[in-house]
């Protein structure tokens, strides 16, 4: 490069767009009097091309204490036991995600929390169980059953979390 070339043309040398050796011919001036054909800086490698192995024929990574699934099938966990978690910060939404995307129900206690902190760790629930296709339901005054996807709680979770006072709807 030559020792008097201009910031612009350090800049175009830079970001490959012309070769050093053609760097000394540039005017610093953006008109070209002479229009040149666009060339592909680098080529294309076509022999790289990368499809997704078949839907039936994936597997996903199993959590610790889950079995593997093939992809598209979604398992039923009938027996799940579910955790209360009682809301006192914003940060205990952070538990929610990482139970849920552990696959494990949540009740969510929120009667001791003012409702400004329960409307927002409601809406992040929301969004967390749309995003992950599971489902939320009232199960009682300030109480909210999250449900992580292809998950559901039996009767006789049900009565336990009754007999704790996380769950004041009829058990079938």
Not at 80 to 95: N, Q
Not at 141 to 151: E, F, I
């Amino acid at each position: 490069m030559a020792p008097d070339s201009s910031l612009f043309s350090k800049a175009l040398v830079y970001l490959g767009l012309v070769d050093e050796d053609q760097e000394a011919g540039i005017d610093p001036g953006f008109a070209d009097p002479e229009p040149r054909p666009v060339e592909r800086a680098r080529p294309v490698d076509a022999g790289r091309r990368v499809e997704p192995a078949a839907a039936a024929s994936r597997t996903v990574a199993a959590r610790p204490g889950q079995e593997p699934s093939i992809a598209g099938v979604r398992q039923i966990r009938p027996e799940a036991r579910a955790d209360i978690l009682v809301v006192d910060e914003f940060g205990d939404a952070k538990i929610l995600a990482d139970r849920v995307r552990d696959r494990v129900p949540v009740v969510l206690d929120f009667r001791q929390v003012d409702d400004d902190l329960a409307r927002r760790v409601v809406d992040f629930s929301s969004g967390l169980i749309y995003a992950l296709d599971g489902t939320m339901s009232r199960v009682g005054q300030g109480l909210v059953l999250v449900l992580p996807p292809a998950t559901r709680i039996d009767s006789d979770e049900k009565r336990r979390l009754a007999a704790l006072g996380a769950y004041e709807l009829p058990v079938d």
